[in-house]
């Protein structure tokens, strides 16, 4: 039954396998290597490639794939879903904040959005910005916001 079919629509008919496998189980970059055998499967049926160029064509297509998926997964990715999802505190470092209490290295009270948070660091007077660096519990800890000086 097989001797009938081409070896290009084998290869093609083996990647999209592996790429429903990929969807039934995912996490096993199957989707690489279903993408690699789909490309030899296309090359196959324009060019008529023996069985040896084949599997070395299959070979490079694997290997530069799961590269690529390397490269794409290594990637931190910006949006919503970022390392501190489930450490909101964490997300403030680096916002600029308004002094409300002024603040040195023992105490002090920050505006953050439409709260106040106990801050420490600085120093720096009521009603002037700072950054913050960290958070330790529930305080956070703040430099002085950097500015040019007057020209």
């Given at each position: ?5 081409e070896p290009g629509w ?76 489930n450490d909101p505190a964490?997300r403030l470092i680096g ?57």
């Amino acid at each position: 039954m097989l001797g009938n079919i081409e070896p290009g629509w084998l290869w093609t008919i083996g990647g999209l396998l592996l790429l429903m496998a990929e969807i039934i189980a995912p996490g096993f970059f199957l989707i690489f290597v279903g993408a690699a055998a789909i490309a030899t499967g296309i090359f196959t049926l324009l060019f008529d490639l023996g069985l040896a160029a084949q599997l070395i064509l299959f070979a490079i297509y694997s290997v530069l794939a799961v590269m690529i998926g390397k490269r794409w997964y290594a990637q931190p990715h910006d949006g919503d879903q970022d390392h501190n999802l489930n450490d909101p505190a964490n997300r403030l470092i680096g916002r600029t904040v308004l002094v409300v209490e002024d603040v040195d290295h023992h105490a002090g009270r920050v505006r953050v959005g439409d709260g106040e948070w106990s801050a420490r660091g600085g120093p720096a007077a009521s009603g002037e910005r700072v950054r913050i660096t960290g958070v330790d519990g529930n305080c956070l800890t703040v430099e002085a916001e950097r500015a040019l000086p007057p020209a």
